[in-house]
């Protein structure tokens, strides 16, 4: 553990800063810093970002390290990122997970960011960090720790306590990403300070939006030695922070969300979603920054009950991706993140209660990090063709408008003029139409204005598309004059260029080259004709490819589209191959590619290898190739799948524990935490229980939470009423001594229970115990300043036991994960561990003694035929080749046939444990989780692990899983290198365990 040494000087700055901008007035900012003297690295005109001096499209996805505890498939990640032709991830940092306690500030094993630059710079990827210190996110209190429930000021505000909670992570975070930024070497090129600072209640922050807090925040990482240029987020395009204004930022952003959050019908497109003003705005905000788009949708958040994110996935998968993310290019966008690009796990009670514990988000790479999603090809298709697209990044957006360029008012054409080239975005003028609409595009070209197609036919856009055209535009030393076709990628070799273009199903098109002839030389159906100086192609796409030699040298490969997302570029080579290419390595006359295979696949090297190949190898193995007389290689890549042997969970031999052992009489709570506190921290809520019973008042923030409520009863007792706070999808199920009183199940749309449960009847003068175990879901975030939403508290929040007449009669106790914020597991982090008995006592670690314990064959299949909570234990063997990346995944049966005993569906939860690592918890009456993915290197994939479920019953009748299995995806052979099992603690005897 590393303890901050730092608080005292922390302590000096922060008054030193404090004095200049508390109460501060808008003509008291400090201008604290000049860029240009911090850095000449990163810089930027109106168009683009420039590194090193060189333009740079930046192409860039959102990947949360922290939600892929396993720093060794980092670079898997990264390198298909960077595949899909993107140069950039923009990264999260969760203070949640790195401050579990204040003042304690720790980024170590799988928290530690340095193995992530690592990943990014041998990925050759660019970083935009976002490390808050609010990053909202889908993660508990949006990043924020559970102890700021105890700050009285305003979060996300000038008031002073809450700016001094801040400082030692800023500061200590900002020590770690400084040391990555570009200018000592490493690939962190910007940083967002904050995050949608856009939305307040302006009755309680009238100051809102407020520049001194902006400002105050950047102060801090400029005082921590950030240089780089800070970028905005702001929720949508309000002009808030712009340059030059108070408070303002270097390069202002905003974000956009078009389709929003409901997947529940994915194939509606609702009138007027598309957003059209953008390009007005940025040259009214922002006009001499490049636009910049810091995060638009990519996906989706799901919540509990929601409809799981292979219906998001549907919602905003690649045809969204035509319309929307052209639509963008249409605005001139040069600097664009798409979130998330891989969303990942909610792993350890990280999340919010808005979601669960897949955060898939229906991405373009899975949360198994499998890339078979359609909306992966097609952003690829995209993105390489912008990277070969300098004139893209220059050109001057203009307003587009229904019926320019074309024949028919049902299509909208959007220009980018550039000095040569000109680029136009072709989409039907209703959006979201699903018509197929002929056209002719008529636009002015270095031979005079054209109608296009020239030859024969027509050109069509079919619904839910949209397409770039192209005019004079530079393939090496060949004018395309124009085409209708879309460019994949080009590049010039010294013995000759390669151009990639294609089109859709059903459509014709036309491309046209300045003073060459042309020769079809693979294929057929181009039809080829002079106009002029040009030779004009003409073609209907078909699945058999046409391969037209112009002019000297130039090779023109004519696709489909779903073979173009075949097709792969790498820093020198274009090829065709299955799966994934994640590089390609030219020494001498040998060819090194490293790539992933799920299937045996043509490999066919268009571009780039060595004019007389000796060795070919795919993942250092050689393969067998033939190469003609252009130089094209070709091999094929085998695949066979290996045999798996995955364990039947079913039939393993499981260790049993009760988990509430506080239903003992013999049970003691002496260790427990007294709920004394007459008063509470929290200025958000005012407490209607004598005593406070909010968990963070006491340091308990995550997972189960655990309440004793110690009575002499009057004999009066009819009643027990409770309110019991959770979040959405959160329960609970209160005893009386041993008895079972009752549950609250849980709903999505519910962040609390009110239950009034019957009592059985008591013996007056005699002492009882209530017993409240309590599922909670992750704090709420805090995105509109001022609502304080984070400070929600969590607990029992009100009760009345009938028959007393001072509730003050009842004597509360609590616990959550020991230690509370002196939280025991460092390895796994905070929030980790909830407050279940096994998980106090550290039995969810690998090495717990469970030798005692009962055996149940089939563990939390054989179930519970009371309410309780049970833990099971395996071990579960694996033995999975190496080389192999097979995606693991639990899935819990989730039949309806299950009958609870009200004749409803059976009501239980369970969470899941892999090697101490909490990685599911399931809900089988609110859903939609039932499959749950456990990486690699979480997984031992050859070796033991550890494995534990607690199933919790939560009604008279009991429960038990009806399946539970552990299922395996698509093997693929890859070349994602090896992958090193995360240490974590093991167990060992915890002092003061209770
Ligand atoms: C944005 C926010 C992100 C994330 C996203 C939805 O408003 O900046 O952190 O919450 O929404 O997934």
Redesign the pocket.
Known sequence: MKLSTSLLVLTSLTASTLARVIGGKPNQFIQPYKREVLQDIVTWDEHTIFVNGERVLFLSGEFHPFRLPVPSLWLDVLQKIKALGFNGVSI?IDWALLEGKSGSFEAEGVFALEPFFEAAKAAGIYLIARPGPY????VSGGGFPGWLQRVPGRLRTRDESFLNATENYVKSISEIVAKAQITNGGPVILLQPE??YTSADETVVPEFPDAVYFEYIQEQYRNAGIVVPFIS?D?RPAGYFTPGSPGGVDIYGY?G?PLG?DCANPYTWPDGNLPTDRNTLHEQQSPNTPHSVL?FQGG??DPWGGLGFDQCSELLNHEFERVFYKNNYGFGITLLNI??IFGGTNWGNLGHPGGYTSYD?GSVIRETRVIDREKYSELKLQANFLQVSPAYWTAEAQNGTNGSFTDTNALHVTALLGNVTNFYVIRHSAYNSLDSTNYKFTAPTSAGNLTIPQLNNTLTLNGRDSKFHVTDYDVGEYNLLYSTAEIFSWKKYDSKTVLVVYGGPGEQHEAAFTGVDASLVEGSGVNIAKKGDATVLNWPVSTSRKIVKVGEDLYVYILDRNSAYNYWVTDDIILKAGYLIRNATVDADSLSIVGDVNATSTLEVIGGAPSKLTTLTFNGESVAFNQSSLGVVSSSLSYSAPELDLPDLSSLTWKYFDTVPELSNTYSDEAWTSASLDFTYNSHRNLTTPTSLYSSDYGYHYGVLLYRGHFTATGEESTLFITAQGGSASGFTVWVNSTFVGSWAGADYANNGNVTFNLPSLTSGSNYVITVVLDTTGLD?N?TVGEEEMKTPRGVISYTLSGHSSQSDVAWKLTGNLGGEDYIDHTRGPLNEGGLAAERAGYHLPGAPTDSWNDVVGGPLAGLDKPGVAFYATTVDLDIPSGWDVPLSFVFGNSSSTTGSNGTSAVYRAQLWVNGWQYGKYVHNVGPQDSFPVPEGIWDYQGSNYVAVALWALEEAGAKLESFTLEAGTPVKSGYGPVTVVEGETWSKREGVY
């Open positions: 999260y990053i909202n996110a889908e995050n949608e987020n929720a974000d969300y959050f995060e989706s958040f979130y998330m988000y975030e995105w």
